[in-house]
């Protein structure tokens, strides 16, 4: 299983990013996947996932109508579209995927990781 997160770069204030994430060795299962940032000198934290349906999504309120998540079982792919971005979205973002056909949002639930991707916002 593998999971690769891509799409991250620098961006002032206001602008946008789509990350996207692509996962291997999941086709054969169903599964959510999810978003979780890292900020310098902070903890994990949950930015968003999506059921493997790809209709039901759920975020943290720190970015609740700023990003949206999609995905495309066909591809395997992920994307998290950012909108709006602030200085304090800066962090490494990572991917991963948990079996099971609900939504998950602590990283414990999470079976699966990729490397990050960092997205820096200047102010």
């Known amino acids: 299983v593998q999971l690769q997160a891509s799409g991250g770069g620098m961006v002032q204030a206001g602008g946008s990013l789509r990350l996207s994430c692509a996962a291997s060795g999941l086709s054969s299962r169903s599964y959510a996947l999810g978003w979780f940032r890292r900020a310098p000198g902070k903890e994990r934290e949950f930015v968003g996932t999506?059921?493997?349906?790809?209709?039901?999504?759920h975020y943290a309120e720190s970015v609740r109508g700023r990003f949206t998540i999609s995905r495309d079982n066909a591809k395997n792919m992920m994307f998290l579209q950012m909108n709006s971005l602030k200085p304090e979205d800066t962090a490494v973002y990572y991917c991963?995927?948990?079996?099971?056909?609900?939504?998950?949002?602590?990283?414990?639930?999470?079976?699966?990781w990729g490397q990050g991707t960092q997205v820096t916002v200047s102010s």
């Open positions: 999506v059921k493997y349906s790809g209709g039901m999504t």
């Open positions: 991963a995927a948990a079996a099971g056909s609900g939504y998950y949002i602590t990283s414990n639930e999470y079976d699966y």
